[in-house]
């Protein structure tokens, strides 16, 4: 039997990250396109472009479409706006303009989305129907699957799960509010946290390795972060009762431990009846979870 192929780019604010991959989840090829030296939207288009043509011609077999992952708000394979490294992308038909140039069917969805369709199509999410997909870095980004379905709100415009607000009039957030979820638990929060209380410079890393050496300012400052990271993760749970809760992220990959500190939090915290069902765990597929989520969707969406 023939294999199937789609293409999945993951459109970040630095770079593509690009590849063809095959119905069972197998990258067969990819690269990355680094973006800094790129200026305007028809560039980045023409990158993406120059991307599936490479992609498209290392198989001789079917491939089936494009599936595009962008940051920012994205809806009917338009990116409405929101992409903050990529200001020109407001309102543009990317869709039916990489059809258009390619001849291929493109699907197109928000970035965060695209990391939690992978983690359900080919990682920790596989054989569940509900789930809440966290990344955890710079910020907060999230997805929600519901009834095997991403759920993103009216017109894709909802699942901000970094900014929804954990203190009235707390800590500023890139987002312009102010006590979101993101401005108390995302790794620059640890940063800053840790800078406060010791007044040196380190990278997240760095903290965890010093928490593991008993540290008093590392553990002090990694202890709140399980706290408010456990705080939005209960939140979440007693609102949607998911199976799964995948959480993501370089940090998310420093040990067993950090799964474990968050995990127990919010046993304690949750509403018995909606946690019951709930396993918290660690995403698997790491940097290739939005790569895979864009060529997951491809697979979704068109017949083959």
């Known amino acids: 039997m023939r294999e199937i192929y789609s293409v999945g780019i993951d459109v970040g604010g630095s770079s593509l990250k690009c590849g063809l991959v095959n119905e069972k989840g197998t990258i067969v090829y990819s690269f990355v396109m680094p973006l800094s030296e790129v200026y305007s939207a028809d560039e980045v288009i023409a990158l993406i472009n120059a991307a599936i043509r490479k992609c498209v011609s290392h198989t001789t077999e079917r491939v089936l479409g494009v599936g595009l992952g962008f940051p920012g708000i994205v809806f009917d394979d338009f990116v409405i706006g929101g992409a903050d490294n990529l200001p020109e992308f ?20 928000n970035d965060a989305n695209m990391m939690a369709w992978g983690e359900k199509s ?19 980004g ?28 707390g800590n500023s957030c890139s987002c312009g509010a102010k006590g979101c979820f993101e401005a108390y638990a995302s790794v620059s929060a640890l940063i800053r946290d840790y800078k406060e209380l010791t007044g040196k410079s380190a990278n997240g890393k760095h903290i965890v390795e010093a928490y593991h050496k008993n540290e008093s300012e590392a553990v ?7 706290d408010y990271m456990a705080a939005g993760i209960t939140g979440l749970v007693n609102l949607f009762s998911p199976q799964k809760v995948i959480v993501g992220g370089g940090i998310s990959e420093s040990g067993e431990f950090y799964i474990r500190e968050i995990r127990n939090r919010v046993a304690s915290m949750a509403m018995p009846d909606t946690i019951k069902n709930t396993q918290i765990l660690r995403a698997e ?11 997951a969707n491809v697979f979704s969406n068109f017949k083959y």
């Open 122 to 140: 080919f990682g920790a999410g596989r054989h569940v129907s509900d789930a809440v997909f966290l990344t955890v870095g710079t910020g907060i």
């Open 285 to 295: 597929l790491g940097n290739n979870a939005g790569l895979l989520g864009c060529a």
């Open 90 to 109: 407001k309102n543009i038909p990317i869709g039916k303009i990489i059809t258009e140039s390619t001849g291929l069917p493109v699907v197109v969805d």
């Open 142 to 169: 999230g997805g929600l699957i519901i009834r095997n379905e991403l759920y993103g709100g009216y017109k894709n415009h909802g699942t901000e799960i970094g900014h929804m607000i954990l203190q009235l009039n």
């Open 220 to 226: 002090e400052v990694l202890h709140k972060h399980f």
